[in-house]
Nanobody, 115 residues
Framework: QVQLVESGGGLVQAGGSLRLSCAAS????????MGWYRQAPGNQRTWVAQ???????NYADSVKGRFSISRDNAKNTGYLQMNSLKVEDTGVYYC?????????WGQGTQVTVSS
């Protein structure tokens, strides 16, 4: 089994920054992609960013130019750097890892952006 543990969430004022981390452990096989999703209260989970095994990144239009996804394979950890945060960025953020053995989700970490 693969376990993902997220950290780095918290309360920040609009315009501020946070860096989320996603530490993976367990039987990690060939990685296909790693991504971040978020879910606002009462809403569906939506895609935010992803990174391919080759390092290609993609972002939702709402976060382009503000968020940056990265990974450190030696540490089995993924990151989401969030800058210029807006109130609408508020929600629970989840990391997602696709490997040769399956798809795994973290438990989520709360990000709250105040005006």
């Amino acid at each position: 089994q693969v376990q993902l543990v997220e950290s780095g969430g918290g309360l920040v004022q609009a315009g501020g920054s946070l860096r989320l981390s996603c530490a993976a452990s367990g039987n990690i096989f060939s990685i296909k992609t790693m991504g971040w999703y978020r879910q606002a209260p009462g809403n569906q989970r939506t895609w935010v960013a992803q990174i391919s095994p080759g390092g290609t990144t993609n972002y939702a239009d709402s976060v382009k130019g503000r968020f940056s996804i990265s990974r450190d394979n030696a540490k089995n950890t993924g990151y989401l750097q969030m800058n210029s945060l807006k109130v609408e960025d508020t929600g629970v953020y989840y990391c997602r890892l696709t490997t040769g053995s399956g798809v795994y989700w973290g438990q989520g970490t709360q990000v709250t952006v105040s005006s």
